[in-house]
């Protein structure tokens, strides 16, 4: 069984920080990449960041500049620092982790349970 585990969301004025974290947990083999995803209301889920086991990132252009990706592999965990937050960055953020289980032969998607971000104006 494997286990995603974000803290950190809340409520933050516009211009303000938030750190996410997202621990990995259970029967894990391996861990590849691993990422953030948004969905606001009526919007579909999308890429946030994401950063490979070897540390290379990837950002929505949305959120270049403002939004920094970290990983501690020890730990199996992921961040995301978030500065000058926006209202428009204001959605559910879910941790993705790509991996293989000690059980299993096969690369696969786990997902965090989401955490809320809202940013008012």
């Known amino acids: 069984q494997v286990q995603l585990v974000e803290s950190g969301g809340g409520l933050v004025q516009a211009g303000g920080s938030l750190r996410l974290s997202c621990a990995a947990s259970g029967s894990i083999a391996?861990?590849?990449?691993?990422?953030w995803y948004r969905q606001a209301p009526g919007k579909q889920r999308e890429l946030v960041a994401d950063i490979t086991s070897g540390g290379v990132t990837n950002y929505a252009d949305s959120v270049?500049?403002?939004?920094t990706i970290s990983r501690d592999n020890a730990k199996n965990t992921v961040y995301l620092q978030m500065n000058?937050?926006?209202?428009?960055?204001?959605?559910?953020?879910y941790c993705n982790a790509v991996l293989r289980t000690t059980w299993g032969t096969t690369w696969d998607d786990y997902w965090g349970q989401g955490t809320q971000v809202t940013v008012s104006s």
């Open 64 to 67: 270049k500049g403002r939004f």
């Open 30 to 35: 391996r861990i590849n990449a691993m990422g």
């Open 84 to 93: 000058s937050l926006k209202p428009e960055d204001t959605a559910v953020y």
